[in-house]
């Protein structure tokens, strides 16, 4: 049984840091073999596409409003994937999840509707 457990959220003042954390277990390969995404939900609202990595040569993807702010990363030995996040601000507010796709190349990075598992998300809230 695959599970995906995210960490790291909290309450940070605006222009602060937070790592998130995204913890994979029950998976029949390396994390390395699947894509991996970041999605946020802030209440109301639909659930966004944030940030994701693609398993084949490690290519990352971000939505707008976070490039050079956000990075995305993989920890293969620890099976675990990473958000960083720098100068947050008060609209990064949101329930954030992760997930993994193990469909391949073809993969649909972007669309929350590629993916196979999900995490039940950690609470970011950033004050101003």
């Known amino acids: 049984q695959v599970q995906l457990v995210e960490s790291g959220g909290g309450l940070v003042q605006a222009g602060g840091s937070l790592r998130l954390s995204c913890a994979a277990s029950g998976l029949t390969n390396s994390i390395s073999r699947y894509n991996w995404a970041w999605f946020r939900q802030a209440p109301g609202k639909e659930r966004e596409f944030v940030a994701a990595i693609r398993w084949t040569g490690g290519h990352t993807y971000y939505r707008d409003s976070v490039k050079g702010r956000f990075t995305i990363s993989r920890d293969n030995a620890k099976n675990t994937v990473y958000l960083q996040m720098d100068s947050l601000q008060p609209d990064d507010t949101a329930a954030y999840y992760c997930?993994?796709?193990?469909?391949?190349?073809?993969?649909?990075?972007?669309?929350?509707?590629?993916?196979?598992?999900w995490g039940q998300g950690t609470q970011v809230t950033v004050t101003s």
């Open positions: 997930a993994a796709d193990q469909g391949g190349i073809l993969s649909t990075v972007r669309d929350l509707n590629t993916y196979d598992w």
